[in-house]
């Protein structure tokens, strides 16, 4: 199957700093990633659709602002959560569409973000 | 809208016996689903899909899946467990042609030696 990675795996940081996810697909291309949040012992919420050279879409009550997605290349898009706080720790996993297998998601091994 | 069910939270089985994880959906027109397996701190990995076809697909690691519209259901089978298949099961399901996965809430497997 596809390979999708990410980095850093686990980030800690202070309350009011900003961290930045990379996402890559190492073996294809993909004009369209997706990040998700996933709380514990919770299902994955979808977070926004990056689509490369356009801007992502967010899904309802996501801040745009707080999450910046550039979706650069066709192998690279970067979450960025900015002016992180406590609640924004969690699981970040990122998925990338696969243009050979039409409609499926590989996903990374995600992200561990917490934020004191 | 899309909506995927996973009725139970936690199954446990016995190492060598047989599985069955259950998933139904919601969705208007002819979805595609998905079994995603996640080990703890750990991203998903596809197990299997549906697309069209074969209503029963083959999937990684022995598992199978069988898709009924009749029952809106796309259940995943094992016929014999490993202590190394114990995680935790995602249903999807997805739009035709369309990019969003809706997940279930997901299924934690214990397996008991």
């Known amino acids: 199957g596809a390979v999708v990675s990410q980095h850093p795996s686990r980030v800690i940081c202070k309350s009011g700093t900003s961290v930045k996810i990379e996402c890559r697909s190492l073996d294809f291309q993909a004009t369209t990633m997706f990040w998700y949040r996933q709380f514990p012992k919770k299902s994955l919420m979808l977070m926004a659709t990056s689509n490369e050279g356009s801007k992502a879409t967010y899904e309802q009550g996501v801040e745009k602002d707080k999450f910046l997605i550039n979706h650069a290349s066709l192998t690279l898009s970067t979450l960025t959560v900015t002016s992180a706080h406590p609640e924004d720790s969690s699981f970040y996993i990122c998925?990338?569409?696969?243009?050979?297998?039409?409609?499926?998601?590989?996903f990374g091994p995600g992200t561990r973000l917490t934020v004191l | 809208a899309q909506s995927v069910t996973q009725p139970d939270i936690h199954i446990t089985v016995s190492e060598g016996a047989s599985l069955e994880l259950r998933c139904n959906y919601s969705y208007g027109a002819t979805p595609y689903l998905f079994w995603y397996v996640q080990s703890p701190g750990q991203g998903l990995q596809l197990l299997l899909k549906?697309?069209?076809?074969?209503?029963l697909v083959q999937g990684i690691k022995g598992f199978e899946a069988e898709f009924k519209r009749s029952q809106s259901s796309f259940n995943l089978r094992k016929p014999s467990v490993h202590w190394s298949d114990a995680a935790e099961y995602f249903c999807?399901?997805?739009?035709?042609?369309?990019?969003?996965?809706?997940f279930g809430a997901g299924t934690i497997l214990r397996v008991k030696s």
């Open positions: 549906y697309f069209s076809g074969d209503t």
């Open positions: 999807a399901v997805g739009a035709t042609g369309g990019n969003k996965l809706v």
């Open positions: 998925s990338a569409r696969d243009p050979r297998w039409a409609d499926t998601q590989y």
